[in-house]
C-alpha cells in the first residue's frame, strides 16, 4: 500500500449519490442488507473515481481494470472505507469511498482492521524481491508494524498466489526490458517506490539479469507464474 491522494467529487456526486441516499438513510435509518443493495447509490460516481485515480487499487495499489473480463485478475468496484454496518451515515458519504480492487473487498468486508490508504505514509510498506511478499518497514514502532501485517494478513496479500505473482512479473518485466520504468509508475505505483527506494538497478538487478539469462532458470520462472 501507498498514500492515495484523495480525490475530488464529480459534479455529479451530490445529486446522483448523497442527496438520495441521505433521504433513503432517513427514512430507514436502520438498513438490512437488502436495503442497502436497492440503494447503492455510490455506483453513479464509480468510473467517476476510477478514472481520477487512474484505475489503481487503493489497497494492493496497481492497476485493475473497470470491469470483470476473463483475461482480468480483478475488477473494481467501491469500499466503504467505513463499512456501513458501522456507521450507515458515511455510506454515502464522498470522503468514505475507496476504489479497490472487489475480491479485496469482499476480504475487507466489515472488518476495521485494515490501514486506509489516505492516511498511511509511503515506506510504511514494503517489498521483499525474493519472495515478493510484503512486509511493514522494520524502523516503524512495533504497534505500527503489526497494524500493517494486521493489513497484510486481512487482505490476504501475501497468501493470495495471484497477488504474489503479479508482483514478482511485473518486477521480472522490468527485469526483462519488457515493462518501462515510466509505464510500471502508472500501472504499479507501490512497485515502482520500492524499485526506487531500494535501488533494485544497483543492488538486485544484476541478479535478476543472470537469472533471465539462464534457460532453465527463465523456464521455472514461468512455470511458477513469475514471468509470461
Aim: hydrophobic share 35%; aromatic share 12%; proline share 8%.
Amino acid at each position: 500500500m501507498i498514500r492515495v491522494q484523495v480525490p475530488l467529487p464529480p459534479p455529479t456526486y451530490e445529486t446522483q449519490v448523497r442527496a438520495p441516499g441521505q433521504a433513503f438513510l432517513t427514512a430507514n435509518p436502520a438498513p438490512t442488507r437488502a436495503d442497502w443493495q436497492q440503494h447503492r447509490y455510490w455506483r453513479h460516481i464509480h468510473s467517476d473515481l476510477y478514472e481520477q485515480v487512474h484505475g489503481i487499487c487503493s489497497y494492493c495499489a496497481s492497476f485493475t481494470p473497470r470491469r470483470r473480463s476473463p483475461a482480468s485478475v480483478d475488477h473494481t468496484s467501491i469500499d466503504h472505507f467505513v463499512p456501513k454496518s458501522r456507521n450507515s451515515a458515511l455510506a454515502y458519504e464522498w470522503s468514505n469511498f475507496r476504489l479497490c480492487r472487489a475480491r479485496l473487498n469482499n476480504r475487507k468486508a466489515d472488518f476495521e482492521d485494515v490501514l486506509d490508504p489516505y492516511m498511511i505514509q509511503d515506506g510504511w510498506f514494503r517489498l521483499s524481491f525474493t519472495t515478493f511478499a510484503l512486509s511493514p518497514d522494520p524502523t516503524l514502532p512495533e504497534e505500527r508494524q503489526q497494524e500493517i501485517r494486521n493489513s497484510i494478513a486481512r487482505l490476504e496479500l501475501n497468501n493470495d498466489d495471484s497477488y504474489v505473482n503479479e508482483r514478482a512479473r511485473v518486477v521480472y518485466s522490468y527485469a526483462d526490458s519488457k515493462l518501462p520504468f515510466a509505464e510500471l509508475t502508472k500501472r504499479y505505483p507501490f512497485i515502482a517506490a520500492e524499485l526506487a527506494s531500494q535501488d533494485f538497478d544497483l543492488v538486485h538487478l544484476p541478479q535478476f539479469k543472470l537469472a533471465l539469462a539462464n534457460p532453465r532458470l527463465r523456464g521455472a520462472l514461468i512455470r511458477q507464474g513469475w514471468m509470461v
